[in-house]
């Protein structure tokens, strides 16, 4: 006998535009811890005898809240912001994919279970890992548009659109809108991760309670990320590396793989190099993440209330039109066959 759900569910699509939006309004508070992330995981330390900067625009940045201050000071505020349009049209993307494709996978995997119990770790881990790996198929070209955005340096900052045909202008042409791709495919651990671990914390520490307060979700969700981010920071710093401009010291040249990005900044700046921006990274990651698991919990529970709405009032206009039918019945004189 399949596991038949205590509560009532939402469909795959109304999971993923709850999960999206809590993404989406998450990031957009965040966003500054983005920028300050992103700029700091590309920037190559200078050695004293480096002839040239290895950094894209020259400037370098020392710390979280050196690098907000060099922002604001050379760009405004609107530096903080620069490619949100992008970032959040990704972030939306994204997330939508994951949250519909992780519904999918995991109600037909429930589905097919005699024993109503939940997933194991690994289950929750594998489950969220085919999410992810179906929803960055689809959506990588936005990372790779807002993450070139991200790293312009004033003078040649341009639009989403205009971003992306520079990218496609490159000598990787089309398949430049995929670089990264590898990395992005190895980093669903990440997610996987995440969720994986959210949904365990959850049955741990709350066991049998089916909606959250947003504090509790919020705890969770940044305890889940924590873990996350730090098991996959040289993949994330590898990634960034693949998809932003390559630093002048490479004349040019860009990265072919995340194990060059790897070699290349220990190479030049040493094994630890491969967690640089952790700071803003985790910040950035427990923020999104405790903020999208508390509103992701408060809009299933509108959702769900606003398909149960619907289906009452769906229910109430057939009520209605039978008994109209019913009541005009009486009037209609039977067609009687000779």
């Given at each position: 006998m399949a596991v038949v759900a205590s509560k009532p569910s939402l469909p795959p699509w109304g999971n993923a535009l709850a999960g999206a939006t809590g993404a989406v309004l998450a990031n957009a508070l965040v966003y500054p811890l983005d920028i300050v992330k992103t700029r700091l995981q590309v920037q190559i330390k200078r050695k004293p005898d480096d002839p040239t900067p290895?950094?894209?625009?020259?400037?370098?940045?020392?710390?979280?809240?050196?690098?907000?201050?060099?922002?604001?000071?050379?760009?405004?505020?609107?530096?903080?912001?620069?490619?949100?349009?992008?970032?959040?049209?990704?972030?939306?993307?994204?997330?939508?994919?994951?949250?519909?494709?992780?519904?999918?996978v995991r109600t037909l995997y429930l589905s097919t279970q005699t024993f109503s119990k939940p997933p194991t770790t690994a289950i929750e881990l594998s489950l969220g890992a085919v999410a992810g790996a179906v929803a960055q198929v689809f959506t990588i070209p936005v990372s790779v548009v807002t993450t070139r955005q991200q790293t312009q340096p004033k003078g040649e900052r341009r639009g989403l659109l205009d971003t992306g045909r520079e990218v496609v202008n490159s000598e990787d042409g089309w398949t430049g809108l995929w670089r990264g791709l590898k990395a992005s495919l190895v980093l669903v651990v990440n997610p996987a991760i995440t969720y994986g671990a959210y949904q365990r914390l959850k049955d741990l520490i709350y066991p049998g309670k089916t909606h959250l307060r947003p504090f509790e979700a919020f705890i969770l969700g940044a305890m889940s990320k924590s873990i996350a981010t730090i098991v996959t920071q040289p993949l994330i710093v590898a990634k960034v590396g693949l998809q932003s401009r390559p630093p002048p010291a490479r004349q040019g040249k860009p990265f072919k793989s995340f194990v060059e990005v790897m070699k290349f900044i220990i190479e030049h700046e040493g094994p630890l190099a491969l967690f640089k921006g952790i700071v803003p990274q985790i910040t950035k990651g427990v923020l999104v993440q405790g903020l999208l698991m508390m509103t992701k919990e408060r809009m299933e529970i509108l959702f769900i209330a606003l398909f149960a709405y619907l289906r009452r009032l769906r229910s109430a206009k057939l009520q209605q039109a039978a008994n109209a039918a019913a009541e005009k019945a009486k009037y209609v004189l039977p067609i009687v066959g000779k």
């Open positions: 290895l950094t894209v625009d020259g400037v370098h940045y020392a710390s979280t809240m050196d690098a907000l201050s060099k922002i604001v000071d050379e760009e405004g505020v609107m530096g903080l912001y620069s490619g949100i349009n992008g970032a959040l049209i990704g972030v939306a993307s994204t997330n939508f994919a994951y949250f519909y494709w992780y519904s999918v």
